[in-house]
């Protein structure tokens, strides 16, 4: 008899397993962030202000749309939910959430986050290669957006502390720069470039580190700075001159004779 129970137990083991796993997955329904959308061009929101427009006024919901802080609610549910299976042993749990989250571009941006930490940050081409090349930057400041409705009470998930999801997206992809990895100066300054408020001083104190300390990037992913000129003069018109010095002569170094982009580089920053 004992063994007749081991044995169906056996058999039953991987649908209790899976089951588990089921339960576990995290995602928000279908057209969530399409709702937001809406529900931000009524109110006058984040996409307004990223593009300097005056706010007028508010324009309620209809009846039977889901609202703002509806929204956000469910957003947050998502992101707790992540952080909890974040901190499971294995990744089933995790990796199914982001296949179910796929559909949504807020929901996948923020689980490929939580992947990319809960890996180790191993899968750093993975995680780049994630990011969409269509309005990212618009994407991940909504998703600040969307994060900062929440009340002072609610407390941010572990994984994403201290800033939120959109700034622990933002700084992964920084250090990534900084490392020099294949598209992510390109996405990095594809967000940096519509920062607004307290993003933009963000954004700017990290290209400033870029700057100063990372000539060999700059040399390497001139392609891509030079379509952000205007940005870059404002910040080495800010820097110090120990710090100029400094800079130039790190992007000396880094300049070989057979690098045609160079004479350029060293133009820009006044050699």
Known sequence: ?????????????????????????????????????????????VRARLKGALVSGSTAPPPDEPNHESIGQEYRAFFQCLAGAAESPDLVALQSSCK????????????????????????????????????????????????????????????????????????????????????????????ASVARGEGARHTDEQIRVLLRESPAVVVLEWPVLRQYQPKLKKLVSELGPAELLQMRKGLTGFCSKDNLDCPEILKFFGR
């Open 1 to 45: 008899m004992r063994r007749t129970v081991v044995v169906l137990l056996l058999e039953l083991l991987p649908a209790i397993v899976a089951a588990g796993a089921d339960a576990a997955v995290c995602g928000v329904r279908k057209g969530l962030y399409d709702g937001w959308l809406a529900s931000e061009k009524r109110v006058g929101g």
């Open 100 to 191: 179910e989250a796929a559909a949504d571009r807020v929901a996948s941006l923020v689980c490929q986050t939580a992947l990319y930490l809960k890996e180790g940050r191993t899968g750093s081409k993975e995680f780049v290669d994630a990011l969409p090349v269509k309005k990212l930057g618009e994407l991940v400041w909504d998703l600040d957006a969307i994060a900062a409705t929440a009340p002072d009470t609610v407390p941010i998930p572990a994984i994403f502390l201290p800033n939120g999801p959109a700034y622990t997206l933002l700084d992964e992809l920084f250090l990534l720069v900084l490392d020099g990895k294949e598209d992510a100066a390109s996405k990095y300054l594809a967000i």
